[in-house]
């Protein structure tokens, strides 16, 4: 069992203009591909998709950004409690709203949700966390995790956000 706990509770929940603000990450790593025959090398980028316990398909690690913390903190918190990892937290990719039906309350009456996104380049993947008895966790390459996202503004996050960033990152390192 982790020694880590998550957070429960909305005591400590931000809002904005009738919105529960989220923070949440798009965990990466890069994984060796040995080429076919020519003895080539290259990097394939790999993402950490996490199961939900509410449902089918598979989610990124985000959840309430709360008063005593940074927006990167909150992403950073999530990664750990949800998906059991840490990295390094990249740039912010874009904010995606959605509604949430089980999360409505007093401030958010029709459960509309604003999430901050951003890529983790994961540095550990931690053996215990405090969600993992909730949640597998699961790597994939970019193209079949958008197969499998259960939200399509998740799914937004991945083939937009996180790609167009990833793309362009890359294209700055071989400069």
């Known amino acids: 069992m982790s020694d880590l706990v998550a957070r429960t509770g909305r005591h400590q929940q931000l809002y904005e203009d009738g919105y529960r603000l989220v923070a949440g990450c798009i965990p990466y790593r890069y994984r060796e591909c040995h080429g076919t025959g020519s003895g080539n090398h290259e990097k394939i980028v790999e993402v950490l998709m996490i199961s939900s316990p509410s449902g089918p398909g598979l989610l990124f690690p985000k959840g309430g950004w709360e008063n005593d913390e940074t927006v990167e903190e909150a992403a950073k918190r999530e990664a750990v409690e949800e998906a059991g990892v840490r990295g390094e937290l990249m740039d912010l990719l874009g904010y995606y709203y959605f509604k949430n039906k089980t999360q409505r309350d007093e401030f958010s009456p029709e459960g509309s949700c604003k999430a901050a996104i951003f890529a983790l380049l994961v ?34 996050a991945l083939l937009n956000g996180f790609s167009d960033w990833h793309g362009k990152k890359v294209t700055a390192e071989d400069a």
């Open 123 to 156: 540095k550990e993947e931690l053996d215990s966390w405090p969600e993992q008895n909730e949640r597998v966790r699961i790597w994939l390459p970019v193209s079949e995790a958008g197969e499998k996202c259960r939200h399509a503004w998740m799914k937004d």
